[in-house]
């Protein structure tokens, strides 16, 4: 997919005053710090449209995104971050779990994995969230540059062998890199191939 517009329409805390549209869209979430920022720019060829953060954990918004005036991508709050408090944490379950639930033009999560670390409950919990409530999803692996192709290749291995430990069906995954673009036509592709049936 070539992407030939990318603009920002919204930033807001209720999914209620989320765009009235019935476009589709495409969820990106993760814990902070995973490259969610640098992913959707390196997905869209924008410098700034996501702001990567100097302060993870502080942008606890949903964020529309307008792309090639046909989709939203969708930028929610990162999470998992050590330093914000029991009722911020609470908060952001109750905000990210309404969002699911409730948004139906939602066609597909992607969850970003450090592909540098191990599996960490903290996302293996929430993608058996997604499973629970039916919501569809893949795994992008972010910073793949950061590995050697045999390290990167055995944590992969190694992801999806714990997965396998609960899930009966895999979810698809992708490998990809900001700084590269590695992964970048196989994201956009499978959206375009979403996006056209
Ligand atoms: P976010 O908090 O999930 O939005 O993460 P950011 O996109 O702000 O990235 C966090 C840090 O990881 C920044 O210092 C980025 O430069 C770095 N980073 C993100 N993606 C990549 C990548 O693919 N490769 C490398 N080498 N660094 C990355």
Not at 6 to 20: G, L, M, Q, R, Y
Not at 31 to 39: A, D, E, P, W
Not at 82 to 106: D, G, H, L, N, P
Not at 125 to 135: K, R, S, T, Y
């Amino acid at each position: 997919m070539k992407i030939t517009s990318a603009e920002f329409v919204i930033s807001n805390s209720e999914v209620a005053k989320c765009p009235d549209s019935r476009l589709p869209e495409y969820a990106f979430i993760g814990r902070s710090n995973v490259g969610k920022s640098s992913l959707i720019n390196m997905l869209t060829e924008r410098k700034n449209l996501a702001k990567t953060s100097g302060r993870p954990g502080k942008t606890q918004l949903i964020n529309h995104f307008l792309i090639n005036k046909s989709w939203h991508l969708v930028d929610l709050p990162g999470y998992g971050y050590a330093q914000v408090s029991k009722s911020a944490k609470k908060t952001f379950q109750k905000f990210i779990t309404a969002y699911f639930e409730k948004r139906e033009q939602m066609i597909c999560a992607f969850v970003l994995i450090d592909s540098r670390h191990k599996p960490q409950p903290i996302d293996l919990e929430f993608m058996e969230w997604l499973g629970e409530h039916q919501v569809p999803f893949c795994i992008i692996y972010t910073k793949a540059d950061k590995l050697k192709p045999k390290a990167l290749e055995r944590n992969i291995n190694d992801y999806q062998a714990e997965m396998l430990q609960t899930w009966t069906e895999m979810p698809q995954y992708f490998i990809t890199s900001s700084s590269s673009g590695m992964g970048r036509d196989e994201v956009l592709d499978y959206i375009d191939r979403i996006n056209s049936q």
